[in-house]
């Protein structure tokens, strides 16, 4: 079965880094589009950035524009979240998810499979 599994969370102070990864398996990664969304305490669910399938065309939420940065390893079947200039407000539990298409990326409901997420606390 498909499997997305994060890692790389921790407990930082603000404007340290972290690096995300997600190890996907039990589906074609190379045709898979890939997204992080988050979810801080008492919010809801939302989109972070993106990666496309295709061509590697990147997608961000304004708030993370400059500071965050997606890649993706096609042989390793991974997908990077680099965060850089880490704020307060950056503190979530980060998830991972899989969509076969290239559009509507920043909406949840297009998402195929999720992974468990991962948490990030970015103490001031």
């Known amino acids: 079965q498909v499997q997305l599994v994060e890692s790389g969370g921790g407990l930082v102070q603000a404007g340290a880094s972290l690096r995300l990864s997600c190890a996907a398996s039990?589906?074609?990664?190379?045709?898979?589009?890939m997204g992080w969304f988050r979810q801080a305490p008492g919010k809801e669910r939302e989109f972070v950035t993106a990666i496309t399938w295709s061509d590697g065309r990147t997608l961000f939420a304004d708030s993370v524009k400059g500071r965050f940065t997606i890649s993706r390893d096609n042989a390793k079947n991974t997908v990077y979240l680099q965060m850089n200039s880490l704020k307060p407000e950056d503190t979530a539990v980060y998830y991972c998810a899989a969509h076969r298409r290239e559009w509507s990326l920043n909406q949840e409901y297009g998402y195929d499979y999720w992974g468990q997420g991962t948490q990030v606390t970015v103490s001031s």
């Open positions: 039990g589906l074609t990664f190379s045709r898979y589009s």
